[in-house]
Structures are given as C-alpha cells and as structure tokens.
C-alpha cells in the first residue's frame, strides 16, 4: 500500500523550473519583502549570534579561534552554496540528490527572455523570487556547517576545520536536504495522479511523509551527529576532567543565545516561505517554545543542581528552539508548549547523564543541545501536529484542503525514520570525511600549541588586552 | 620600624583605609591578590562540569610604620577589616630593617 495519498506540508521547496502554463503565477511582493527579513535574520544568527553563543563559552585564549571557525565556515559554505550546493540540493536529481541545472546559479535570470525565475511556495500560484530562495536556503546549509565546530572546539586544526566543512557540506549536509525539503511545489497538483507524479519527483524523505518544517533533521540532528563524530575522532582536549575549561565569558554566551532567539523567528517563520497565517503560527510557537524551555532548564537546575544559572536558562533557550523547529508550522501552540518544557528538562540531561555515557569531550555540547533537542523536536512533531492535539495535519493539495486522516502512530514511524536516516548518513559521511581530513592534513593542533591556545598560534592575534 | 601586611576581604578595603588614616598612617600599597586559607574556594558548575575555584579574591594591604604605633595599626585593621565570618584573613608583622625616600633621601623613620 502506497503511504503517500497527500502531499505534505513540509517547509522548503525548490523550484525554479518551467510551472505549467495553466496558473498564472506571480511574485507576490508581501511574502518577498518577509523573505529578505528573514534572510538577514539567519545570517545575524550565524555572524555574530551563534559565534557569540560559542565564543563565550571558551576558554580566553579560543576565543577568536571559535569566532574565526564560526566566520569562515559560514562564508565558504555560502559561496559553495552558490557554486554547486543549491543546485544539488533543490534541483530534480535522484531521491538522494539533485542535479546540475543550477551550477553557479546558471538560468536563474534568463539573458534570452529577460526574466527571472520563480520559487514556489506552499501556496498554488504565490511565488517568490529564486534568487532569495537560495539565499535563504544558503545559510541554511551555512548555519548547520558552522553548529558543528562547537564540538570539537578549542583543539582542532583550523585548515582541518575548513577543508572537513568542505567535503560534509557535499556529502552529508546536500543530500540529506535534498531527501528532507526537495520537492517541485503544489501548483502542477490537480489530483491524485498529479499529486503521484510531483511526489515521486521529490526527496526521499519527503516522499516518506516526514515532516520537517526548519530543519530539526537537516540542520540540528545532521550537525550535531557529525559534530559528535567530530569529538570522537578528534579526541579530547588536553587536561578534560582535570583542569578548569568553565567559560570565559557568560555575557557574550547570553548575547549569543539572545540573538540565536530574535534570528530563529526568520529560520522558523521563514521556512513558511509566505507571510501567512503559518509563518504566524510558526512565530508563535518559536516564541512560546523557547520561553518554556528556558523555565523548564532552569527550573530543572534549580532542583537538581541547586542553583539556576545564567547559561542554563541561555542553554534553555537554544535547547526550545531546536526542538520547535522540526515543528514549527504544523504544531499548535500548547503542542509547543509541551515540546519547549520537555527539551528544556531532557536536554539538560543531554549535557550532564547522556554527556557522561557517550564520554566524548563535546566541547560546547553540540550533540546534548542541537542532537537531543533535534531528534525529541523530530518525534514530538509527528504527535502534535495531530489535528486531534490542535496541530495542522497534513495539507492534501488534491483537494485544497487540510487532510482528512491523521494517524500519530504512522507518522512517528514516518519521522523515526526520517530521524535515523539522517543520523546513520551524517554519521557516516562525517567519520569518512574527518578521516580523510586526518590523513591529509592532520586534525589536531600539536599540544604546545593547544596549552598556549588557538588565538595566537593559529591566528597570531590576542582576543584581550589587560 | 615594622612591615604591616593585611590580607583583607575585598569590599572591606574603604573602611580599613579610613581606618588607617584616622591613625595618621601616612601611606600604603594596595594590591588585588588571590589565595585561600580557612575558608578553602567554591565549587562552579557549568552545564555538567563542576569546577573548585581555590584561590578566592583578596586584597592585600602593605604599610610601613613606627614601632611605636604598630598596635594601634593592628587595632585600626582589625576593627575594620572584621566580618566574624571565615575568610576576614590574616595581618602579617614583620621587622624592617631600612626605609628610603627616593626623592630626599631621607631614611628610618623620617621616610615613613
């Protein structure tokens, strides 16, 4: 029996490609103008948000090391994005990944006919530019290379962090977009039989029905297991359990979480790709989300550890928003809720109890934060986006309608797998690429230079002056 | 002539200053240090790591005085410098053989 009988609502599409000449498509200028907003609100996420977040919780002497890894990683990941990287991952492919018909952004502006291409959106015959389309799917991909360098921050070689992002972002980050979000838009759906032809033309997960709507699976769980792997091969720091690494500077790790926050509402409502009635939902959740998840944690560390702290409630924060994400626009607020409390409490656990088994030295706990928060966002979408829990259900595009059976059990099986795909591929295309990255060029730096610290004998610069 | 050394809390230092100028103790070095005695450190805990924190702020007050006043200098620091609570810190006395003015030239007790 064929699982698919309604296209789902997941976030993301490409397309670009010819629309069948029956609609009559257009830009709409409303849902442009939130998509350059929301654009720019990732991009602050990355520069200076998620370096700040990280940098502050280094040691003094790594400080610039993680602000320049954070920097670079994003800026290289977004030319190759440009290069190869969109088109092989929101053009027609395989199931697995997508083709060459935008290399370097080839036809995207059409010299011959004088027109720009269209993105679609989830809505039939609202459109947007092509062009902010990549972009914002550009730092997409650049946020989830740059989340990785947290795990193996403060040790590693910085030609071996460049050259790592380089060939993941190929193998691990572009297909597992293009399963999850590669689809060719609801507007060529009339009916079942057009539904079956543009369903058995996108992603393999997308095809399964997973529901992903920012990017719990391909941002989150996808750095974070790489990142894991990342910590493993790597190794631990010099002096890990013997020797104080507490943070040098929890002001700029709560400007980082701060700004993490007010970026995620483009990552999140952004991914409605309209300004919309679920670009609203999808804004309400972030907000309620993370705020619940920011009690949850420190309320947690008050209980078991004695004192709520500052980055708890600042770890709180990013723990709720990776776990809304996932779910963003097809849950209901009290859905939300319930995710934000929960990721708040077992997060906390991510970074202490599951810390302790997994034994690695994530340094900034990329895995217990970004892996946890992202796979129990994964799960709990499949359940509240129940219509049944006050979630949006799946949109059946044959009918124009929302659809009429939702099933909790079939879709958690639908999103365990989506979750477990994206854990074994990151996993794999990570350890093959960090190996590759050790034989070539070596991933650690010498000890001497790990003890004197990153900033001045990688960068030959100082981060203080006192 | 007696070297004084005080380690002191640090939020204590304005009242033993005052304290010693009341006295007419002419001057002093102040100096921000760290250490630990009765009082051991504290623990910190970030996410899952715990860390001690032994060495815990002080501050450390050096004068240079009369013999003849070094008791009431005791006094002076002590009042003040005083919490009743572990970690208040210690007065160090120790002799002083020598004292120069550099810019006269004046030595022993007409230096201080």
Known sequence: ?466 | MKMITAIIKPFKLDEVREALSEINVQGMTVTEVKGFGRQKGHTELYRGAEYVVDFLPKIKIEAAVDDAVVDQVIDAIQSAARTGKIGDGKIFVADLNQVIRIRTGETGNDAL
Not at chain 1, 6 to 27: D, Q, R, Y
Not at chain 1, 193 to 222: C, R
Not at chain 1, 226 to 239: D, F, Q, S, T, W
Not at chain 1, 406 to 429: D, E, F, K, N, R
């Open chain 1, 1 to 466: 029996m064929k699982r698919i009988t309604t296209t789902i609502l997941t976030a993301m599409l490409g397309l670009g490609v010819a629309l069948p000449a029956m609609a009559a498509p257009s830009i709409n200028k409303g849902d442009t103008a939130w998509m350059f907003v929301s654009t720019l609100l990732v991009v602050m996420m990355v520069v200076p948000g998620l370096a700040l977040f990280y940098g502050g919780l280094v040691r003094a002497k790594n400080m610039l090391s993680v602000l320049m890894q954070v920097m670079m990683v994003f800026s290289l990941i977004i030319v190759l994005w440009c290069l190869y990287g969109y088109s092989l991952a929101f053009t027609p492919g395989n199931a697995f990944i997508g083709g060459f018909d935008r290399l370097f952004l080839n036809g995207i502006w059409d010299p011959a006919k004088g027109a720009f291409s269209m993105a679609a959106t989830f809505t039939k015959e609202a459109m947007i530019p092509e062009f902010i389309f990549v972009a914002f799917q550009g730092t997409f991909a650049a946020i989830t290379c740059a989340l990785i360098v947290g795990a193996f921050a403060e040790r590693a070689r910085f030609s071996a962090v460049l050259l790592f992002v380089v060939i993941w972002f190929t193998i691990g980050y572009l297909p597992v977009a293009h399963m999850v979000w590669f689809w060719a838009g609801p507007d060529a759906i009339t009916d079942a039989a057009s539904l079956e032809v543009v369903t058995a033309g996108a992603g393999y997960l997308w095809q399964q029905g997973a529901l992903d709507f920012a990017g719990g699976t391909v941002v989150h769980i996808n750095s974070a297991v790489a990142g894991l792997v990342g910590a493993y091969v790597i190794g631990k720091r010099i002096g890990y359990g013997r020797e104080s690494m507490a943070p040098h500077s929890l002001p700029l790790t709560m400007v980082g979480a701060s700004m993490l926050w007010v970026g995620w509402f483009g990552f999140n409502a952004g991914s409605a790709l309209e300004a919309g009635d679920v670009a609203a939902l999808a804004f309400i959740n972030t907000l309620l989300a993370t705020a619940a998840a920011t009690v949850s944690w420190a309320l947690g560390e008050w209980v078991f550890k004695r004192k709520p702290s500052m980055l708890g409630a600042a770890s709180g924060a990013v723990a709720g928003l990776v776990a809304i994400t996932p779910g963003a626009g097809f849950v209901g607020p009290m859905g939300a809720l319930v995710m934000g409390l929960l990721a708040g409490i077992i997060c906390l656990w991510g970074v202490t109890g599951l810390k302790r088994l997994l034994r690695a030295d994530d340094s900034l706990d990329v895995f217990g934060v970004h892996g946890v928060g992202g796979i129990l966002g994964a799960l709990l979408t499949g359940v509240f986006a129940a219509p049944s829990l006050g979630g949006q259900g799946v949109w059946d595009y044959t009918t124009n309608a929302m659809g009429t059976s939702y099933s909790i059990a079939s879709q958690l099986m639908v999103q365990l797998h989506a979750v477990g795909v994206t854990i074994i591929w990151s996993a794999v295309t990570a350890f093959i690429a960090f190996k590759l990255v050790d034989i070539v060029i070596g991933l650690r730096v010498p000890e001497d230079e790990e003890r004197e610290g990153l900033d001045v004998t990688s960068h030959g610069e100082s981060a203080y002056r006192y």
